[in-house]
T-cell receptor, first 111, second 114 residues
């Protein structure tokens, strides 16, 4: 399977704390993406990090990529209750034609 | 722009029935995909299309058919529904082949097969 694996599968933190979630693939990583899914909704694209980049920032999000370890991490700083959602990583394969998703990390931010 | 529109939002089918899940996008995106989401299994790719007239199988294509006669529409057909197809189905689209853009997702269709 090309599916990614996220770690941890569930995470509960207090508002204001930082949240870190990790993603790894068995296949090579090509332009990895992170998505957020609020309960009962579709996924929303957060950030894409190219395979030749090591770190990328967007607002309170920081993404790192280690292609040698086939892994990525998403850090959400100063978390808010509104960040409560599931977070998925996604990897391109098949010459950028297919996108395979991880199983997700469920984040709960307690006010 | 409406983005990606999926209909219906909810559907209950009896085993053996067939139906079509509709997906339409108004962003002139070349790439469209169908995923199913099951608890603990993330999203799994069913079928995808890289342009009108071109479709290919994903990870779990059995029991599903697709066609792409226009850029805008990418319907997913369940040929003979089975309880194992109970899931939430998402359609997604993106622009280019370069792999530098993320997907825009629809809001999903929650399907129950009894």
């Amino acid at each position: 399977s090309q599916q990614g694996e996220e770690d941890p599968q569930a995470l509960s933190i207090q508002e204001g704390e930082n949240a870190t979630m990790n993603c790894s693939y068995k296949t090579s990583i090509n332009n990895l993406q992170w998505y957020r899914q609020n309960s009962g909704r579709g996924l929303v694209h957060l950030i894409l990090i190219r395979s030749n980049e090591r770190e990328k920032h967007s607002g309170r999000l920081r993404v790192t990529l280690d292609t040698s370890k086939k892994s990525s991490s998403l850090l959400i700083t100063a978390s808010r209750a509104a960040d409560t959602a599931s977070y998925f990583c996604a990897n391109y394969s098949g010459g950028y034609q297919k996108v395979t998703f991880g199983i997700g990390t469920k984040l709960q931010v307690i006010p | 722009n409406a983005g990606v529109t999926q209909t219906p939002k909810f559907q209950v089918l009896k085993t053996g029935q067939s139906m079509t899940l509709q997906c339409a996008q108004d962003m002139n995106h070349e790439y469209m995909s169908w995923y199913r989401q099951d608890p603990g299994m993330g999203l799994r790719l069913i079928h995808y299309s890289v342009g009108a007239g071109i479709t290919d199988q994903g990870e779990v294509p059995n029991g599903y058919n697709v066609s792409r006669s226009t850029t805008e529409d990418f319907p997913l057909r369940l040929l003979s529904a089975a309880p194992s197809q109970t899931s939430v189905y998402f359609c997604a689209s993106r622009d280019h082949a370069t792999g530098t853009e993320g997907y825009t997702f629809g809001s999903g269709t929650r399907l129950t097969v009894v």
